[in-house]
């Protein structure tokens, strides 16, 4: 097990070695940020790696920025290369935006990090790392760190039994009793590297199915519709349950799907290399994809 | 100065709830949240900063301007401004001066906001004094304090065995004649706060926070700083919905009804936000603000050289919710150090 002064060193020096090469120009990673916790930061000369930190508040999911990176900075130039820090939880949007096609891999250096867990504002374990026991991520270019020692999670879904024993018409009042506090500021949409639509069927001008309402019949809608948009995708990171600022219990809408899909083909988004999307596959009636 | 007991307080409380839409701050699943409330029994008086404005009840998050109905070949308009009167109890002295902020718009200008105008003329705001400044609390450098009584109708502030009652205002005073009310020895509480009991979680009175003048925001239009801070922004809305003075709201009609020979259509206006990435769009697609930098910067000269150039006031009252809301920690202090820094003041 490394401390979280060695691995800040050797992400310091992998981002050093990164940007003086030249072989990215960014790296995406955490700095000290002004209330004393980890935030995002993008370090864009080698002279600023000494802001790169690695601790137990690095909660924030980084793949979300690689967005911002798909494009050209200037008209005829070929996409920047970007180098990410990422955590295993982290590490399965990775696999997801690459079967999605939305990420080039070799324009992307992954610095993945051996994960001990990290912790919510409180100190406490996040929410997320309760219910995982991925100490490597799934994909990187380099692994900093020693995987710690770690029990496995009996059932990562077993928080479902929560909802699963109320009835249809207790689930549909605690769903609504939910909704009501959201203010629709989409942070849980923003922060969520598998939300990256150029305008959201939610935000349409011309939208049929919601219109600009901050009102529980809308945020329903919203909410429903994006789970379900995530079917299959969401790598499970808990973004939009720790950005919520009205605390809405989000990722039961969306492990409860990751659950369904799991046990109707036998696949977790972004546990593995994929070709592509789980829903573009075809596959005979029960088999396995 | 005036005082009355916590029970006084209630009984109060409770009648005004039959006369009136009460307001104040109440736990809702563990956020504390200015709601609506039946009786004083769902208030709570100990509470922090609430995680949400009093904006909701003067400029809704989603308020019909107006409904009408086609028959045949009638058409009827229906207006749809409420005639309760609303009492905001438990208002920290920030969001009153929020609402300040919000009428140099709403009410200054002609011609004044009607709906605005109807909400704010019908509510009278009891305002209840911090007792210490919480984390991102920084309205001592906006020109407000923890008791400033300036923007509300009444103050309250705790004292020992119950509270003082400052009236403010006329409007006060009417609503205040339900309350049995008692003069006491003593001075009224002081009008700001020492600077040791301003402690937040960590201790310690909080760093002013300088604020440049409009003018000489200008220079810094294509400044560097706007790339840093915006980088990590996520472009969603909670530093604007939770503001008390952030005030964008997008217009559209909705059917509500359609069958041969009935059409119902209704007239909304909701909250938008500068920070989402389409809120700039016109018509033909070009979207003059595209990247998130550029975005957040607009949120920032907004508040601090647009709003004071164009209305008055900043656009900013120090109460710090956009600084522990955001999940990315952009820092509105950290922002307006930067500006000062490097406007040289």
Redesign the interface.
Same mark, same amino acid.
């Given at each position: 097990m490394s401390t979280s002064e060695e691995i800040t060193r050797e992400i310091r020096a992998q981002a050093r070695e990164l940007l003086e090469s030249g072989q990215v120009s960014c790296i995406i990673g955490y700095e000290v940020? *002004?209330?004393g916790?980890a935030? &995002? /930061?993008?370090v864009h000369d080698a002279d600023d790696v000494e802001r790169l930190i690695w601790g137990p508040d690095c909660v924030?999911n980084l793949t #979300?920025?690689l967005h911002?990176f798909k494009k050209p900075r200037k008209r005829g130039e070929e996409p920047p290369h970007v180098a990410v820090v990422v955590k295993p939880c982290d590490s399965r949007a990775v696999n997801v935006l690459l079967a999605e096609q939305q990420i080039e891999r070799e324009r992307v250096f992954i610095i993945g990090v051996a994960c001990e867990g990290v912790q919510d504002e409180t100190g406490e374990p996040a929410a997320r790392c309760t219910r995982c026991d991925d100490r490597v991520p799934v994909v990187y270019d380099v692994l900093l760190g020693e995987p710690p020692q770690v029990s496995p999670v009996e059932d990562g879904f077993a928080d479902l039994a929560r909802i699963e024993e109320m009835s249809p018409a207790e689930r549909l009042a605690f769903w609504l !009793?939910?909704f009501d506090?959201c +203010?629709?500021?989409?942070?849980c949409?923003? #922060?969520c590297p598998g939300c990256y639509c150029t305008?959201c069927m939610f935000?349409r001008d011309d939208g049929l199915w919601v $219109?600009?309402?901050?009102?529980v019949p809308q945020k329903y809608m919203f909410h429903l519709g994006r789970a379900l948009h995530l079917a299959g995708r969401c790598a499970e990171c808990n973004e939009c349950e720790?950005?919520c &600022?009205?605390?809405l219990p989000l990722s039961l809408l969306n492990r409860r799907l990751a659950r369904e899909v799991e046990t109707l083909f036998g696949y977790r988004a972004g546990r593995e290399v994929a070709l592509s999307p789980l829903l573009f596959e075809l596959g005979e009636e029960g088999s396995p994809i | 100065m005036k005082f009355t007991t916590l029970d006084e307080l209630r009984a109060w409380l409770n009648h005004l709830a039959q006369e009136h839409d009460l307001i104040a701050p109440r736990d809702?699943?563990? !956020?504390v949240?200015y709601r609506p409330v039946a009786s004083s029994g769902e208030i709570l008086f100990d509470y922090e900063r609430p995680?949400?404005s009093t904006k909701d009840y003067f400029l809704p /998050?989603?308020e019909v301007l107006l409904r009408t109905e086609r028959r045949g070949g009638d058409v009827t308009l229906e207006e749809v401004l409420p005639d309760r009167k609303q009492v905001l109890f438990g208002i920290r002295p920030c969001d009153a001066q929020g609402l300040t902020v919000l009428d140099a718009l709403f009410l200054q200008q002609e011609p004044p906001d009607v709906y605005y105008r109807h909400h704010r003329e019908r509510t009278t705001l009891v305002g209840l004094a911090c007792p210490q400044m919480w984390?991102g609390c920084f309205c001592t450098s906006m020109g407000g304090a923890p008791d400033d009584p300036t923007h509300l109708d009444v103050l309250l502030t705790a004292v020992d065995g119950g509270y003082a009652v400052q009236v403010v205002t006329e409007k006060g005073a009417a609503l205040l004649e339900g309350l049995a009310l008692e003069e006491r020895e003593g001075e009224p509480p002081p009008q700001s706060l020492p600077p040791q009991s301003w402690g937040g979680p960590r201790g310690g009175a909080p760093k002013p926070v300088p604020v440049t003048p409009p003018e000489k925001w200008r220079a810094l239009f294509e400044d560097g700083l706007w790339q840093r801070h915006g980088?990590?922004c996520?472009?969603?809305? +909670?530093c604007t919905? #939770?503001c008390p003075t952030c005030r964008c709201f $997008?217009v559209?009609d909705?059917v509500v009804e359609v069958r041969p020979g009935l059409t119902r259509i209704e007239r +909304?206006r /909701?909250?938008? /936000?500068c920070t *989402?990435t389409?809120y700039r769009r016109i018509a033909g697609g070009h979207n003059p603000r595209p990247t998130?930098p550029e975005r957040l910067r607009n949120r920032f000269y907004c508040k601090f050289c647009y709003y004071p150039e164009d209305f008055g006031p900043l656009g900013c009252v120090g109460c710090g919710r956009c600084?522990?809301?955001c &999940? #990315?920690?952009i820092?509105i202090?950290?922002v307006l150090r930067d500006v000062a820094e490097r406007s040289g003041e």
């Amino acid at each position: 097990m490394s401390t979280s002064e060695e691995i800040t060193r050797e992400i310091r020096a992998q981002a050093r070695e990164l940007l003086e090469s030249g072989q990215v120009s960014c790296i995406i990673g955490y700095e000290v940020g *002004s209330r004393g916790r980890a935030r &995002p /930061a993008f370090v864009h000369d080698a002279d600023d790696v000494e802001r790169l930190i690695w601790g137990p508040d690095c909660v924030h999911n980084l793949t #979300v920025y690689l967005h911002d990176f798909k494009k050209p900075r200037k008209r005829g130039e070929e996409p920047p290369h970007v180098a990410v820090v990422v955590k295993p939880c982290d590490s399965r949007a990775v696999n997801v935006l690459l079967a999605e096609q939305q990420i080039e891999r070799e324009r992307v250096f992954i610095i993945g990090v051996a994960c001990e867990g990290v912790q919510d504002e409180t100190g406490e374990p996040a929410a997320r790392c309760t219910r995982c026991d991925d100490r490597v991520p799934v994909v990187y270019d380099v692994l900093l760190g020693e995987p710690p020692q770690v029990s496995p999670v009996e059932d990562g879904f077993a928080d479902l039994a929560r909802i699963e024993e109320m009835s249809p018409a207790e689930r549909l009042a605690f769903w609504l !009793h939910q909704f009501d506090r959201c +203010i629709r500021c989409y942070a849980c949409r923003q #922060v969520c590297p598998g939300c990256y639509c150029t305008t959201c069927m939610f935000e349409r001008d011309d939208g049929l199915w919601v $219109d600009i309402g901050i009102e529980v019949p809308q945020k329903y809608m919203f909410h429903l519709g994006r789970a379900l948009h995530l079917a299959g995708r969401c790598a499970e990171c808990n973004e939009c349950e720790r950005v919520c &600022p009205m605390g809405l219990p989000l990722s039961l809408l969306n492990r409860r799907l990751a659950r369904e899909v799991e046990t109707l083909f036998g696949y977790r988004a972004g546990r593995e290399v994929a070709l592509s999307p789980l829903l573009f596959e075809l596959g005979e009636e029960g088999s396995p994809i | 100065m005036k005082f009355t007991t916590l029970d006084e307080l209630r009984a109060w409380l409770n009648h005004l709830a039959q006369e009136h839409d009460l307001i104040a701050p109440r736990d809702v699943d563990g !956020h504390v949240l200015y709601r609506p409330v039946a009786s004083s029994g769902e208030i709570l008086f100990d509470y922090e900063r609430p995680e949400l404005s009093t904006k909701d009840y003067f400029l809704p /998050a989603t308020e019909v301007l107006l409904r009408t109905e086609r028959r045949g070949g009638d058409v009827t308009l229906e207006e749809v401004l409420p005639d309760r009167k609303q009492v905001l109890f438990g208002i920290r002295p920030c969001d009153a001066q929020g609402l300040t902020v919000l009428d140099a718009l709403f009410l200054q200008q002609e011609p004044p906001d009607v709906y605005y105008r109807h909400h704010r003329e019908r509510t009278t705001l009891v305002g209840l004094a911090c007792p210490q400044m919480w984390e991102g609390c920084f309205c001592t450098s906006m020109g407000g304090a923890p008791d400033d009584p300036t923007h509300l109708d009444v103050l309250l502030t705790a004292v020992d065995g119950g509270y003082a009652v400052q009236v403010v205002t006329e409007k006060g005073a009417a609503l205040l004649e339900g309350l049995a009310l008692e003069e006491r020895e003593g001075e009224p509480p002081p009008q700001s706060l020492p600077p040791q009991s301003w402690g937040g979680p960590r201790g310690g009175a909080p760093k002013p926070v300088p604020v440049t003048p409009p003018e000489k925001w200008r220079a810094l239009f294509e400044d560097g700083l706007w790339q840093r801070h915006g980088e990590r922004c996520l472009s969603c809305r +909670i530093c604007t919905y #939770v503001c008390p003075t952030c005030r964008c709201f $997008d217009v559209t009609d909705r059917v509500v009804e359609v069958r041969p020979g009935l059409t119902r259509i209704e007239r +909304i206006r /909701a909250w938008d /936000a500068c920070t *989402s990435t389409n809120y700039r769009r016109i018509a033909g697609g070009h979207n003059p603000r595209p990247t998130k930098p550029e975005r957040l910067r607009n949120r920032f000269y907004c508040k601090f050289c647009y709003y004071p150039e164009d209305f008055g006031p900043l656009g900013c009252v120090g109460c710090g919710r956009c600084i522990v809301s955001c &999940p #990315v920690n952009i820092d509105i202090r950290e922002v307006l150090r930067d500006v000062a820094e490097r406007s040289g003041e």
